[in-house]
T-cell receptor, first 111, second 112 residues
Framework: AQSVTQPDIHITVSEGASLELRCNYS??????LFWYVQSPGQGLQLLLK??????LVQGIKGFEAEFKRSQSSFNLRKPSVHWSDAAEYFC?????????FGAGTRLTVKP | DSGVTQTPKHLITATGQRVTLRCSPR?????VYWYQQSLDQGLQFLIQ???????AKGNILERFSAQQFPDLHSELNLSSLELGDSALYFC???????????FGPGTRLLVL
């Protein structure tokens, strides 16, 4: 069955530290891949997306993600986290009009 | 601001009632999606419309229905409401349905 897995429900990092949020998917072909961020009480904002081409994609707010076909992964990274990055992050995949979201990873940033 | 608008922002109603949520997509977008976000189920895809036609169906209950009108706005109708229907309902839109979706701010529904 098609699925999207975000293994980490909650991650806490110190401000200024690096961040990596994991996302794995199980689809037959390479789907379209997305990362969205949701601040409390807000809608989802697109951080970045991967359709094809360069497997390292740059997004907004200093985020990047790397698609690794061999690992069926699309992990989100940021070299230095800011307090304003505290939010919930969702990985999503689209394959043949079927869009699935991961369960989300809540990021807490310590001062 | 994504350009997707949803009304109302908040809705409080009683069990057994019926409500209608409204969504206006970004200008130029033909595809509209509806999602439900709850604490126990996470973010779930409900249904997608493209240019007035239903294109894909997800975990949408039979008590729920949607439509997309000629001006491309969409409505999600929820009937015979139950306590468990309390959730955030998001609308998203995209140009054709195969690429980036832009999300509205959501409608928070509380069923008492």
């Amino acid at each position: 069955a098609q699925s999207v897995t975000q293994p980490d429900i909650h991650i806490t990092v110190s401000e200024g530290a690096s961040l990596e949020l994991r996302c794995n998917y199980s689809y037959g072909a390479t789907p379209y891949l997305f990362w969205y961020v949701q601040s409390p009480g807000q809608g989802l904002q697109l951080l970045l997306k991967y359709f094809s081409g360069d497997t390292l994609v740059q997004g907004i707010k200093g985020f990047e993600a790397e698609f690794k076909r061999s690992q069926s992964s699309f992990n989100l990274r940021k070299p230095s986290v800011h307090w304003s990055d505290a939010a919930e992050y969702f990985c999503a995949v689209v394959n043949n009009n079927d869009m699935r979201f991961g369960a989300g990873t809540r990021l807490t940033v310590k001062p | 601001d994504s350009g997707v608008t949803q009304t109302p922002k908040h809705l409080i109603t009683a069990t057994g009632q019926r409500v209608t949520l409204r969504c206006s997509p970004r200008s130029g977008d033909l595809s509209v999606y509806w999602y439900q976000q709850s604490l126990d189920q996470g973010l779930q895809f409900l249904i997608q419309y493209y240019n007035g036609e239903e294109r894909a169906k997800g975990n949408i209950l039979e008590r729920f229905s949607a439509q997309q009108f000629p001006d491309l706005h969409s409505e999600l109708n929820l009937s015979s409401l139950e306590l468990g229907d309390s959730a955030l309902y998001f609308c998203a839109s995209s140009v054709t349905g195969r690429e980036t979706q832009y999300f509205g701010p959501g409608t928070r529904l509380l069923v008492l």
